[in-house]
Structure formats: structure tokens, C-alpha cells
């Protein structure tokens, strides 16, 4: 799986956009890119996946680079129950297989 | 979506003691996977679990310490053996539905005393 490279810590504005960014320069021509959350005391909850094409579901939008070198997680409307550790996974290949997991952002909404 | 239940949700140990964590699942899965995730850190795999055979350890876990079974598609169970204070953390079951999306369980909180 490749590493992915997550700035520590993040501060949003409630009600606005969250911007969270993801380097994986070492990524390989079938591994996605998955986006999972951890809320304090939860185990982590699935957010959005991709492999090369933008995607966006009801929760979040995923920005890959054309290069797939990096991404961007986007929380349209950011709430106080987003704040969270979010962590940006490279690897499997079509399915989850085994997530290898970094060190995460710690995503803090102020009111 | 799936269900995962994790028993017990915590617990408090002596040292030199064994612990075995239950994960059942409402569906059957293929693969389930265990982590833990230590005071303040990031998840880590200790393991894949799969059925009919024995669980594949990553790196710097071995069965020894974290024996795994999984008789059946919907069950797994991991023991943490010998525990010492460095063994407190939380461990989490995971399983894989195979459309890329993992369910986790709640964790299992253990202090080793």
C-alpha cells in the first residue's frame, strides 16, 4: 500500500467548507483512494473512495489530482459532529482488502 | 451495511493474564481483519482473518501472542496473550463486504495492570 502524507491538524469554520488535503505520490496505477473518519472513542466509519474520477456521495466530495498524486476530501457543510480524525488510505485494488491506516488529520469545527 | 458487535467493550487485566476479544458479524464476511490502536495513535493491522485457514500476521505481530480463530463466516475471536501494560489499547475487528467499503466494530478498551 502506498503512504500517504496528512497535514496533522485542521480548524473549519461551522457551516463552512472543509478542505482536507492527502499526498500519495507513491501510489500505483490500480490502488484507490479511500477516506475513512474516526469520531473520539468509535471505530472508524467508511466516507468516500475513488480511483481516478471525482466523486461525491452524501457525505463528502473527492478531488483526485490527474496526476493521482494527491486528494482532497471536501465536507461541504461543516458541522460540530465532523470533527473528527480523518484518515486518507492508498491501496487495494477494487476492493477494501487490508487498510493501512496513516497518521490522520485531526479535523476541528469551531462553532 | 453491517452490524459488528465486539465482546466485552472493555476490560481491566493483570499482567501475565490472557484476554480473548469475540467479533460477531450479522452477515457473512470473507475476510475480517483485527487492529489495534494504541493511546493516541493511529490504527494498526495485526492481522487478516480468514476462513478455513490461519490468519496472516503482518509485521511485528505473531500468532503466539495474538492467536486468532475463525470458525465460521460470520465470527472470529483474537487473544491477546501474556498481556503487559504495553498491551493496553483498543482493538478493533473489521470486516470487508468486498465493495470497498469496511465496517468496524466499536473496540474493545483493555488495561493491563
Known amino acids: 500500500d502506498a503512504k500517504t502524507t496528512q497535514p496533522t491538524s485542521m480548524d473549519c469554520a461551522e457551516g463552512r467548507a472543509a478542505n482536507l488535503p492527502c499526498n500519495h505520490s507513491?501510489?500505483?496505477?490500480?490502488?484507490?483512494v479511500y477516506w475513512y473518519r474516526q469520531i473520539h472513542s468509535q471505530g472508524p466509519q467508511y466516507i468516500i473512495h475513488?480511483?481516478?474520477n471525482n466523486e461525491t456521495n452524501e457525505m463528502a466530495s473527492l478531488i483526485i489530482t490527474e496526476d493521482r498524486k494527491s486528494s482532497t476530501l471536501i465536507l461541504p457543510h461543516a458541522t460540530l459532529r465532523d470533527t473528527a480524525v480523518y484518515y486518507c488510505?492508498?491501496?487495494?485494488?477494487?476492493?477494501?482488502?487490508?487498510?493501512?491506516f496513516g497518521t490522520g488529520t485531526l479535523l476541528a469545527v469551531q462553532p | 451495511s453491517a452490524v459488528i458487535s465486539q465482546k466485552p467493550s472493555r476490560d481491566i487485566c493483570q499482567r501475565g493474564t490472557s484476554l480473548t476479544i469475540q467479533c460477531q458479524v450479522d452477515?457473512?464476511?470473507?475476510?475480517m481483519f483485527w487492529y489495534r490502536q494504541q493511546p493516541g495513535q493511529s490504527l494498526t493491522l495485526i492481522a487478516t482473518?480468514?476462513?478455513?485457514?490461519?490468519?496472516?500476521?503482518e509485521s511485528g505481530f505473531v500468532i503466539d501472542k495474538f492467536p486468532i480463530s475463525r470458525p465460521n463466516l460470520t465470527f472470529s475471536t483474537l487473544t491477546v496473550s501474556n498481556m503487559s501494560p504495553e498491551d493496553s489499547s483498543i482493538y478493533l475487528c473489521?470486516?470487508?463486504?468486498?465493495?470497498?467499503?469496511?465496517?468496524f466494530g466499536q473496540g474493545t478498551r483493555l488495561t493491563v495492570v
Open positions: 473489521s470486516v470487508d463486504r468486498g465493495n470497498a467499503e469496511a465496517f
Open positions: 507513491t501510489i500505483s496505477g490500480n490502488e484507490y
Open positions: 475513488g480511483l481516478k
Open positions: 488510505i492508498a491501496g487495494g485494488g477494487g476492493a477494501t482488502n487490508k487498510l493501512i
Open positions: 452477515s457473512q464476511v470473507t475476510m
Open positions: 482473518a480468514n476462513q478455513g485457514s490461519e490468519a496472516t500476521y
